[in-house]
Nanobody, 122 residues
Framework: QVQLVESGGGLVQAGGSLTLSCAAS????????MGWFRQAPGKEREFVAR????????YYADSVKGRFTTSRDNAKNTVYLRMNSLKPEDTAVYYC???????????????WGQGTQVTVSS
């Protein structure tokens, strides 16, 4: 089992920044990929970014490329999502997820955090 605890969401004005954290515990060695997803009201959960625990290689959705950065601290078993130049359309519940595959499909991730609300006002 892997437990994921997210923090860092909140309300921010358009153009502002937020950093989300996701602390992992448990059998983390089984999960090479840490993904970030988001879900806005009435919409499906969508991929945002992912990072490999082992290599640090990242991958981003086109909608956030150049604005969001994901990173990891292996010593703390924590991944981060730094979000800059936020837009109202970034408003959603953000989730971190752990899985063994380096994939962008939410169904391939076995473990999920509780989610944290990010609201961007115009």
């Amino acid at each position: 089992q892997v437990q994921l605890v997210e923090s860092g969401g909140g309300l921010v004005q358009a153009g502002g920044s937020l950093t989300l954290s996701c602390a992992a515990s448990g059998r983390t060695f089984r999960s090479n990929s840490m993904g970030w997803f988001r879900q806005a009201p009435g919409k499906e959960r969508e991929f945002v970014a992912r990072i490999s625990w082992s290599s640090g290689i990242t991958y981003y959705a086109d909608s956030v490329k150049g604005r969001f950065t994901t990173s990891r601290d292996n010593a703390k078993n924590t991944v981060y999502l730094r979000m800059n130049s936020l837009k109202p359309e970034d408003t959603a519940v953000y989730y971190c997820a752990a899985g063994s595959k380096l994939t962008i499909k939410p169904e391939d991730y076995e473990y999920w955090g509780q989610g944290t609300q990010v609201t961007v006002s115009s």
